[in-house]
């Protein structure tokens, strides 16, 4: 059993141990010591990072209460060593976990919800609701959580008795009888968790709820807090600098401008396709082929060609139109109103290398050739 010093002190950054066991493992070498600072990998949370003595420490695990440390290099049993947090790294994982449980105890309050699921990444963490949220919801679910860092709350580790645990309320997702480690966000949750949080709300700074979306029946929140949701803003306001130079936009007026912008090249953009699509009908060369009526233009877009074959159905049984692109393939559309063009397509596809396909009476696609064998095909 490795004494876990993360438990009772998050903010240890070194510490002096000795070296129960080291044995050469894959991707380097499996460091067992009496006691670790180092959080290993759980509950969402990644295995913590840093170095012992000069080695560096690749991965944190732990398995029946005995943390294995994988490092670049070897060490003696018995030896003494120093390990060296990266406390940066630490201090933020710290930020979000804390802000993920004051968020999770807050909906909890709110709605009766359990987080179903949490997951940090270095920037960004995410959390499961087991139900829905509106956007107002949200909101104040977020205000909540950031007045509750303004109060600067205690942050509070205890160790129940299996008698104790069974007359208390908290947020668990496992059904614990004994070995309960319980953080009590004073006034706002208290969740059976093994990781390292800090003292006082006050020490997550910040709370900002980024995306979120429906997941399986609940909901899954993205976040960023501390210094994450610090440089996020930052990003963000440099954004915004950006936005504000390239539109001659004040800070409130961009999105109205963004707006305005957006309309006027919408109206360009369906001035263009309109246009292209004259250009394609001026240099479309048509000819019906047996029971299909062929045409043959260039560098038209898969929307043209459908709403020129739509306009010919009536020309024959079939209707295929051929846009040669820069690259001299071509791209086609066959459609019909009362006959299956699968099989037509299947053998143009098998002709020419082509890939496509689509509905019984409509597909599209690609094929490589020419003008004068896709001719000889249909005359075939």
């Known amino acids: ?26 991707g380097g070498f499996a460091l067992i010591l009496d006691k670790t600072a180092f959080f290993p990998e759980g509950g969402g949370q990644q295995a913590d990072k840093g170095t012992i003595n000069d080695a560096t420490v690749i991965d944190v695990q732990i398995k029946d209460e005995v943390i294995t440390h994988t490092v670049d290099k070897a060490f003696n049993v018995g030896d003494t060593v120093t390990g060296t947090l990266d406390f940066k790294t630490r201090f933020s994982r710290m930020q979000g976990h804390t802000g993920e449980h004051l968020v999770s105890g807050i909906i ?14 270095e920037k960004t963490l995410t959390l499961d609701p087991s139900g829905m949220l509106s956007d107002d919801d949200i909101k104040e679910i977020e205000k909540r959580a950031n007045q509750a860092i303004y109060e600067n709350k205690e942050i ?9 645990i069974t007359s208390l309320n908290y947020r668990s997702k496992l059904d ?25 709300t006050g020490e997550i700074g910040l709370i900002k ?21 610090f440089e996020d803003y930052q990003k963000l306001h440099d954004d ?23 309309d006027v090249i919408g109206a360009q953009k369906a001035e263009i396709n309109k246009l292209k ?36 159905l009536n020309k024959a049984q079939f209707v295929a139109l051929f846009s040669e692109n820069e690259d001299s393939s071509f791209s086609y559309v066959v459609a ?23 509905r019984p009476n409509y597909a599209q696609g690609k094929i490589t050739g020419d003008k004068n064998s896709i001719e000889k095909f249909f005359e075939n």
Do not use: W
């Open 156 to 164: 509070s580790v205890s160790y129940p008795t299996p008698d104790e």
């Open 336 to 358: 019909s109103a009362e006959n299956d063009v699968r099989n037509l397509v299947k053998a143009l596809n098998e002709n020419f290398l082509g890939k496509g396909g689509g």
């Open 277 to 312: 699509q004259q250009l394609s009908l001026s240099q479309l060369e048509t000819k019906t082929i047996g029971n299909t009526y062929c045409g043959f233009t260039k560098g038209a877009s898969f929307d043209d060609m459908r709403s020129i074959t739509n306009s010919n």
């Open 240 to 262: 915004s600098k950006e936005l504000m130079h390239l539109l001659s936009a004040s800070r409130d007026k961009v999105v109205e401008f963004v707006n305005r912008d957006h």
């Open 209 to 229: 709820i980024i995306d979120y979306i429906q997941y399986k029946g609940g909901m899954r929140l993205t976040m960023v807090c501390g210094i994450n949701a």
């Open 1 to 26: 059993m490795t004494v876990k010093l993360y438990e009772n002190d998050a903010y240890i950054k070194e510490f002096e141990a000795t070296v129960l066991s080291c044995n050469e493992t894959k």
């Open 108 to 121: 909890h309050t709110m709605f009766g919800y359990d987080n179903l699921g949490f997951h940090m990444s």
């Open 176 to 200: 614990l009888t004994e070995g309960v480690r319980l953080v009590t966000i004073d006034g706002y949750d208290v969740c059976a968790c093994c990781a390292p949080h800090v003292h006082r």
